[in-house]
Nanobody
């Protein structure tokens, strides 16, 4: 079964940047969609960005547009989330997810069968 391992979280000051990585345990095929979600304390898990493995085109939540960039690297089955201009409101546990099914709305949690354990991102003011 596919396993996902996130890394790259940490503590950063407002305005700073972080790059998250999501390493897959096996080859990612073209019909997969990879995504990042996040969950802040006391809040629901929310969609951040997604990328169809085959096309490599990123799709973003409104709050991420223009600040975050999702990308993937075929060679080592890794998905990245580059986060710039970070704000205290970006503080959350960030999760990587993978879907190998067609789904009408890939911003929904239900679209994803595989999840990583999460990596903490803390942005100080």
């Amino acid at each position: 079964q596919l396993q996902l391992v996130e890394s790259g979280g940490g503590l950063v000051k407002a305005g700073g940047s972080l790059r998250l990585s999501c390493a897959a345990s096996e080859r990612i095929f073209g019909d997969y969609t990879m995504a990042w979600f996040r969950q802040a304390p006391g809040k629901d898990r929310e969609f951040v960005a997604r990328i169809p493995w085959s096309s490599g085109v990123g799709y973003y939540a409104d709050f991420a547009e223009g600040r975050f960039t999702i990308s993937r690297l075929f060679a080592n089955h890794t998905t990245f989330l580059q986060m710039n201009s970070l704000k205290p409101d970006d503080t959350a546990v960030y999760y990587c997810a993978a879907s190998d099914r067609w789904w009408r709305d890939y911003s929904r949690l239900a679209a994803y069968d595989y999840w990583g354990q999460g990596t903490q991102v803390t942005v100080s003011s």
